[in-house]
């Protein structure tokens, strides 16, 4: 969280006192001003000062928390000769987000409302944090309001963002909710996870992701006619749900600057993630009462696309569903007695549905998988092969393009940790459990060693300090 002026010079080899000062400068201006407008121009100048080359590498040292455009400042830079305490803007809800890069976000005026995110440790171990409190609090009884909670509330009043997702109801239960928080920080975002929203007559049921998909006419429209509904093998709605509570988090974020620093409730239900999902499946049935059907390996009213199997036992995925793509197809297996006025459209194409995929598979059987990518991508015709996750990791233009590095985790261990291989870039792979616990609760959070200790024999926090 703190940089030293010897971390500073670290990648500079320059002395970061000067800036510092001026630093310094900037936000005794913005906490001395009261004018809105006059805010923002301070902001503006610290964009300036993030986006010139001369600082650019020397400011990526900081680790910045706690400020988006429109709040308030909760510290101060102290002495340049010391540490650098709490000065930036939002991290945007880091754990949601699940990134340590910079983002770089616009308002209309091209002033930046996110200037260098440094997506800190700091920022993680304080949502981190209340994730592991709530868990102490849903072991207590249900009326008791102890310690936990205290630590939950201190710990919400310094952050930005909150995320849960507990059952509807528990946490207000647990005097936790929106309306309680929002007392002592009005602008924090209270992002909620949940199956089925927080209001409504299903809110209070379990919501797991394979009831939501279902209920979310996704499962019903997978697999094929006549045979059991096919889940996917993976938690989608699980993962839709988090991209659609981050979305909201961030909107949630920037309307923050709109709306006099006023909080935002995000609301993410899996069961409305997964209906966001689901294409022209409602306008078929508002305007013509068609319910969707199983399709198999197709889609339904597009034609031709599908997977095709080939002679070395494998499938490759053809699409040739434009008029064009079409003929260009048909000449390469051998068919252009399928491309007449019969078939010049999708719409007529349809209708030969099973015909033309029959064609196409009786062409593709001939040849293995490599033969068939290889001659269709000659003719610009879109297909390629159904990788596993081995396949994945050994492609060359994954590895080209950096999608997948290996980050070290549990270095800590006796046993050392291990390797795990993880999509895009990661700086830090995060904390040992309890690692950073002194650093919450007595840097942060100001608890004295008595009260830790008191703390630790009930249980609440571990004893790794």
Known sequence: MFSTHRQLEKRTGKSGTPRLEYLQE???EYQNTSDQEAKYQVLANLANFAYDPINYEWLWELNVVDLFLGSSLTDTLTEPDEK?????LSGLCNLCLEKRNKEHIMNNDGVPLVIDCIFSEK???ILSAITTLMFLISQNDDDEKGDEQLLVRKLADKSDVLIENFRPGVMEKWGLGPEELYKTNPSLIYTRVSGFGQTGPYAKKPGFASVCEAMAGWRYINGFPNQPPVRQNISLGDSLTGLTAALGTVLGLLARNKIA???????????ESMFNMMEGVLPEYDRFGEIRQPSGTSVTGIVPTNAYPCSDSKHVIIGGNTDSLYKKLMKVV???????????????????????DGAISEWTRKHTSEEVVERLEEEGIPCGHIYNIKDIVEDKHVQSRNVLETVKVG??????????????ETTWAGPDLGQHNREVLVDILGIGEDKIRELQEHGIVGKTL
Not at 84 to 88: D, L, P, T, Y
Not at 261 to 271: E, H, L, S
Not at 411 to 424: A, I, M, S, V, Y
């Open 26 to 28: 900037l936000v005794n």
């Open 411 to 424: 270095e800590n261990r006796e046993d050392g940790g291990w390797d795990l291989k993880t999509p895009g």
């Open 84 to 88: 650098i305490k709490e000065f930036g």
């Open 334 to 356: 051998g068919r252009e007695d399928l491309t007449t006025s019969d078939y010049e459209t999708n719409k007529e194409r349809v209708i030969h549905e099973r015909l033309i």
């Open 123 to 125: 920022e993680d171990i």
């Open 261 to 271: 620093q006023a909080g935002q409730v995000v609301d993410a239900a899996i069961y």
